[in-house]
């Protein structure tokens, strides 16, 4: 348990990168462009790398917010 807490600072940094590389990896979609004039595309459904993507970030989000709790009641 004692060591839990000593490494666990850098799990959460590990984990902080991990979701900003996967939040900046992901495509940029049309978002609010095209409701203010813009031309955005419609709707269009994730898949391959895309996909992958993020699942992944996801999950490691969640990990981050588990590990971020652990810490608060373990700290």
């Excluded at 709707?43 to 590990?67: D, M, P």
């Amino acid at each position: 348990m004692n060591t839990l807490i000593k490494f666990l600072p850098y799990i959460q940094m590990g984990l902080a990168f991990l979701l900003i590389v996967g939040i900046l990896l992901q495509q940029r979609g049309a978002g609010l462009s095209s409701t203010f004039g813009g031309s955005g595309v419609g709707y269009s459904t994730k898949r391959g790398a895309e996909k992958v993507i993020f699942q992944a970030t996801v999950v490691i989000a969640v990990l981050f917010i588990t590990a971020c709790i652990l810490a608060v009641r373990l700290g």
